[in-house]
């Protein structure tokens, strides 16, 4: 299969999400938040502080750009699905270097600890024929919550690691080096050869490809690399948010996202949504289409300045950094943010 026989009549993630937005009865844009969401970024791209260089500050985050720092983010970005506990208090925590990680840094601390631990746990070989009893030692919880959906995590990553040992002499650079520095290449070899980051539903008729799990690849290796080397795309504008339920929780807080008055009180009484259903879909996408006017707006005020020596440099905000940001945000504001429900779902492909 050619791989953009996958993707034929499916949209892509910005094409979803415009049409999600257009056609949503129950998840709204607000202008005033988009504007305000732009304003804060705009300030941190003029102070330095919004840039491709924040990922590698994240202590867990790899610090090297190569082949075995981006094949720690390919294993990273297979597992990086459904972290969310029943209740705030109750939390998946792993224990590393003295410091206590919940949600998707807990993974990355797993990952890590079973490094030092000896488990070659970002090493092909290894991870496609490991055992659900060696997966449960390096994702034990040091807390009573254990890490959910382990089961399909082993699935998904023995599929994974099957495919690299097959088809690409057993590391993840050499699908990146077939890419020929392209994202949209990168993604599409993802999409055709690694089934769990076919995240695809059905929404008015149309087939929409969020790809959350897709794209996070794809930026996260550009953001380990610095968009150099392994991390060079020629063009990663084109790639959206990771459409998650920790984005639009934020996007609500800020005001650029409105919810119905029926879907905030389905999300109060912590309803659990399907997979592909159309609420968890008009949620994801219209996110997804908010992270895409905010970088507009910013773009349109960097387009506007007129005194040269004030200038960014080119493509110096893209929808990755935003979501970086807010991700980043909804994390550090994690109490104020509280009284916003997130969307439920479990599933592997958020």
């Given at each position: 299969?050619?791989?953009?026989?996958?993707?034929e009549g499916v949209l892509n993630p910005?094409?979803?999400?415009?049409?999600?937005?257009?056609?949503?009865?129950?998840?709204?844009?607000?202008?005033?938040?988009?504007?305000?969401?732009?304003?804060?970024?705009?300030?941190?791209?003029?102070?330095?502080?919004?840039?491709?260089?924040?990922?590698?500050?994240?202590?867990?985050?790899?610090?090297?750009?190569?082949?075995?720092?981006?094949?720690?983010?390919?294993?990273?970005?297979?597992?990086?699905?459904?972290?969310?506990?029943?209740?705030?208090?109750?939390?998946?925590?792993?224990?590393?270097?003295?410091?206590?990680?919940?949600?998707?840094?807990?993974?990355?601390?797993?990952?890590?600890?079973?490094?030092?631990?000896?488990?070659?746990?970002?090493?092909?070989?290894?991870?496609?024929?490991?055992?659900?009893?060696?997966?449960?030692?390096?994702?034990?919880?040091?807390?009573?919550?254990?890490?959910?959906?382990?089961?399909?995590?082993?699935?998904?990553?023995?599929?994974?690691?099957?495919?690299?040992?097959?088809?690409?002499?057993?590391?993840?650079?050499?699908?990146?080096?077939?890419?020929?520095?392209?994202?949209?290449?990168?993604?599409?070899?993802?999409?055709?050869?690694?089934?769990?980051?076919?995240?695809?539903?059905?929404?008015?008729?149309?087939?929409?490809?969020?790809?959350?799990?897709?794209?996070?690849?794809?930026?996260?290796?550009?953001?380990?690399?610095?968009?150099?080397?392994?991390?060079?795309?020629?063009?990663?504008?084109?790639?959206?948010?990771?459409?998650?339920?920790?984005?639009?929780?934020?996007?609500?807080?800020?005001?650029?996202?409105?919810?119905?008055?029926?879907?905030?009180?389905?999300?109060?009484?912590?309803?659990?949504?399907?997979?592909?259903?159309?609420?968890?879909?008009?949620?994801?996408?219209?996110?997804?289409?908010?992270?895409?006017?905010?970088?507009?707006?910013?773009?349109?005020?960097?387009?506007?300045?007129?005194?040269?020596?004030?200038?960014?440099?080119?493509?110096?905000?893209?929808?990755?950094?935003?979501?970086?940001?807010?991700?980043?945000?909804?994390?550090?504001?994690?109490?104020?943010?509280?009284?916003i429900p997130f969307h439920r779902c479990?599933?592997?492909?958020?």
């Open positions: 299969m050619q791989p953009s026989a996958l993707m910005r094409e979803a999400g415009r049409f999600i937005t257009e056609n949503s009865k129950d998840v709204f844009i607000e202008d005033g938040g988009i504007q305000k969401v732009a304003g804060m970024l705009y300030k941190k791209i003029k102070t330095g502080d919004f840039n491709v260089k924040m990922w590698r500050k994240h202590e867990l985050n790899p610090q090297s750009m190569d082949e075995d720092a981006v094949n720690w983010v390919f294993v990273s970005a297979v597992l990086n699905f459904s972290f969310w506990s029943e209740k705030a208090s109750d939390k998946f925590t792993v224990k590393y270097k003295e410091k206590d990680h919940t949600g998707y840094w807990a993974l990355c601390a797993a990952m890590n600890r079973a490094l030092d631990e000896g488990f070659k746990i970002t090493t092909p070989s290894f991870y496609s024929t490991v055992s659900m009893e060696q997966m449960k030692k390096i994702f034990r919880s040091d807390s009573d919550i254990e890490i959910p959906l382990l089961e399909e995590r082993q699935r998904v990553l023995t599929e994974a690691g099957l495919v690299l040992m097959k088809k690409y002499q057993g590391s993840f650079a050499n699908v990146i080096k077939q890419a020929d520095k392209s994202a949209q290449s990168l993604l599409r070899l993802v999409l055709q050869d690694f089934p769990s980051f076919q995240d695809v539903a059905e929404y008015n008729g149309k087939k929409v490809g969020l790809y959350k799990r897709a794209q996070i690849l794809v930026g996260d290796i550009w953001g380990c690399c610095e968009g150099q080397g392994l991390g060079q795309f020629n063009d990663i504008d084109t790639i959206t948010m990771f459409a998650d339920y920790r984005i639009p929780q934020a996007l609500v807080y800020f005001g650029a996202l409105r919810y119905s008055d029926s879907l905030m009180e389905k999300l109060k009484q912590s309803y659990l949504f399907k997979s592909e259903e159309k609420l968890e879909v008009e949620i994801r996408g219209v996110s997804l289409w908010a992270c895409e006017l905010i970088r507009d707006s910013i773009s349109a005020k960097l387009a506007a300045e007129t005194d040269e020596g004030d200038k960014p440099e080119d493509g110096a905000v893209n929808a990755i950094l935003i979501d970086h940001y807010l991700w980043d945000t909804r994390r550090d504001m994690a109490d104020e943010m509280e009284h479990r599933g592997i492909y958020y």
